[in-house]
């Protein structure tokens, strides 16, 4: 039987009004906790992901830790890649590399179908371990969008410019829209078994779409992003939606049928509702201040709480993921103050 939630972070991603403003962080589970680096020094990120009570284990240590309101599932964009017919690997130091990239319409033909109960069982059984026996508070499942997980499968691995990906989307109209179809089609499927299985929110992750301008991102992704969101509305649950570097994307992601709108650090949350964002918004700290004196992180996190304070419907996140050198302490009392000066804010 699931434990009782704490819902202030549902609460907030429908829009109502809260005691305070949540807190969680996007790759929390990991990357500077010294606990999750000698886990690492022993398992690859896959094999931790084929190993639920391991996995949920590193899931489970950020909540423990920094006394956040959510828990985010701990896995990769590339996960369901596999299962499809992506032959990828996730190399330290680089990140995922695809040994097959996609060059055709031929190759786009041959990507199979996603199917969650045989080939992420193991995801499964970890939201499973965490939501009914381990959590307190909701745990966010996720997926790559799309044009990210596309620009990783036509480019080989990461990119700094996209212009393999651009020239695809550009010279292959076909095979662009097949790939789109069946990325999507993949994302709505794998979105839906995490929920089922407990989640208790979504978050599609864009990481590269800032890479488009406004009207090839209207042309070329909207469409299907339209409907992956419209499929997720009919589970009721929180959808978010985030990039990084898509400033100029906020007012597209704001008319699409989800919940939160995520910002990253290089647009002000007043900006983006004077500009028309209407819906609850998540963000957005520069990680990089986590390595500032805590004068400076209060000073720049004042700032953003007492912006998205203004308006029901305001997460506090970093405005991309923690990174290694971040120290978990600063997280911990970083987690704290968001806390405690919104709920003093909050009262007053």
């Known amino acids: 039987m699931s434990k009782e939630l704490k819902n202030t972070f549902i609460k907030a991603a429908k829009g109502e ?24 020094e022993k398992y690859s990120l896959f094999e931790i ?3 639920p009570e391991l996995c949920a284990y590193v899931t ?21 890649l596999p299962a499809i017919g992506v032959d990828v690997e996730i190399k330290s130091g680089i990140g995922p590399v695809i040994d097959n990239p996609i060059t055709s319409l031929e190759d786009v033909e041959k990507l ?3 199917n969650p109960e045989q080939d992420i069982k193991y995801v499964l059984d970890t939201i499973k ?3 009914e026996e381990q959590l307190d508070v909701p745990l966010i499942g996720f997926s790559g969008a799309p044009f990210t997980l596309a620009s990783y499968m036509i480019e080989g691995g990461p990119s700094k410019n996209y212009h393999k990906t651009k020239a695809f989307m550009y010279s292959h109209p076909e095979a662009w829209t097949l790939l789109m179809e069946k990325l999507g089609s993949m994302v709505v499927t794998y979105a839906k078994s995490q929920i089922n299985a407990g989640a208790s929110a979504i978050q599609i ?11 090839d991102y209207r042309t070329f992704i909207k469409p299907v992003m339209e409907k992956i969101f419209t499929d997720l509305r009919s589970e009721n649950t929180p959808l978010i939606m985030h990039g990084v570097g898509a400033s100029h994307l906020a007012l597209e992601w ?27 918004v998540q963000g957005n700290l520069d990680p990089a201040v986590l390595l500032a004196p805590w004068n400076v992180i209060e000073e720049r996190v004042k700032v953003i709480l007492d912006q998205g304070m203004q308006q029901d419907g305001f997460i506090f996140n970093l405005g991309h993921g923690v990174f ?16 405690e000066y919104s709920t003093e804010a909050k009262k007053a």
Do not use: C
């Not at 403003?21 to 996007?26: A, F, G, I, R």
């Not at 990357?31 to 999750?36: D, G, I």
């Not at 240590?61 to 964009?77: E, F, G, H, R, S």
């Open 254 to 280: 704001n008319s699409l049928p989800l919940d939160v709108v995520g910002l990253d650090w290089r647009l002000p949350i007043k900006e983006a509702r004077d500009i028309g964002v209407t819906k609850a």
């Open 112 to 114: 199979g179908v996603l």
């Open 324 to 339: 290694p050198e971040v120290d978990p302490a600063v997280l911990k009392k970083l987690t704290s103050f968001v806390h």
């Open 49 to 51: 992901t084929h190993q």
């Open 205 to 215: 992750f864009d990481s590269w779409v800032g890479a488009l301008n406004v009207s």
């Open 60 to 80: 489970k240590l950020p909540v423990d830790q920094y006394n956040v309101d959510a828990a985010v599932l701990y896995k990769d964009i590339m996960t369901p």
């Open 129 to 131: 371990l965490l939501t």
């Open 17 to 40: 009004k809260t005691d305070f403003v949540p807190v969680w962080y996007m790759r929390q589970a990991g990357r500077s906790q010294p606990e999750y680096r000698a886990i690492k």
